[in-house]
């Protein structure tokens, strides 16, 4: 009966939550590996807190927010803190895709301008705390359950959360040389084209989800570990592409 129950669970709508710590600092570290030195060299000490911490910050902003909880670990304390990355003006939160093309677009744009304006003006902390959370919301988007909700995500035969069996932990890894591109020439076009190579990942890992959900309910953790490192690498590359449009077009000046 297991099976059918894990399956069963495919057929729920877009989810709240996504990729846990660890995999987010690698998908992130990975995309930075790949950046020419003299964009790396404009965020100079920010890039170790942009991979450990910042790329966090739309999780813990929601723990703070809704459930009151401050982590341990170095990183915000309180949710004034981190506001002003993780909510857009008109107060919408920015976390992962939703799904709806006008409010993803103005999310993306909304980083992408940030990040821009800040390298633009020499302000690397800043710069890499909205490049932080853009990490985020181009991992979470892109993670293998996208089309599955939370809290229908409890196998009960065997009490299994397949949601966080899923997405708890993703190998090391690295681009292998890849070389990042320009998404596209101005930052509008750029961020309507990353958000399309975002529903392409979403829709292929819909698509791979009933294997994902089998290896998951089975516990077949090399089975994940194949689409965990296609999904994370396929969001380091997106997040790399985005990151190099916006530093080279701080260093052109467009
Ligand atoms: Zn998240």
Redesign the pocket.
């Known amino acids: 009966m297991r099976l059918p129950v894990c399956l069963a669970l495919l057929l729920v709508p877009w989810p709240s939550?996504?990729?846990d710590t660890a995999p987010h600092q690698r998908i992130t570290k990975a995309a930075l590996d790949t950046m020419p030195r003299r964009f790396l060299d404009r965020l100079g000490t920010e890039a170790t807190p942009l991979v450990e911490i910042y790329c966090i910050y739309?999780?813990r902003y929601e723990e703070m927010e809704h459930f009151g909880f401050v982590r341990k670990s170095p990183g915000p304390r309180t949710v004034a803190e981190i506001r002003q990355y993780c909510v857009r003006a008109d107060g919408r939160p920015v976390?992962?895709a939703t799904g709806d093309r006008d409010v993803d677009t103005g999310s993306l744009v909304f980083l992408f301008e940030r990040i821009l304006t800040n390298l633009s003006g020499n302000r690397p902390a800043e710069a890499a705390k909205y490049a932080g959370v853009l990490s985020?919301f181009i991992a979470?988007s892109h993670s293998p359950p996208h089309a599955v909700a939370p809290e229908e995500l409890l196998d009960l035969a065997e009490g299994v959360n397949v949601h966080s069996a899923i997405e708890r932990s993703l190998p090391e890894f690295t681009l292998r040389g890849r070389v990042p591109h320009e998404a596209g020439a101005h930052i509008l076009t750029a961020a309507g084209a990353i958000l399309e190579q975002l529903y392409a990942g979403a829709a292929q890992n819909r698509k791979n989800l009933p294997s994902i959900v089998k290896a998951a309910c089975g516990r077949d953790e090399r089975a994940m570990d194949v689409y965990r490192l296609r999904a994370g690498t396929r969001a380091a590359e997106i997040l790399a592409d985005a990151l190099y449009t916006l530093f080279h077009a701080a260093e052109t000046g467009q």
Request: hydrophobic residues 20%; charged residues 20%.
């Open positions: 939550t996504a990729w739309p999780d976390h992962g985020h979470d």
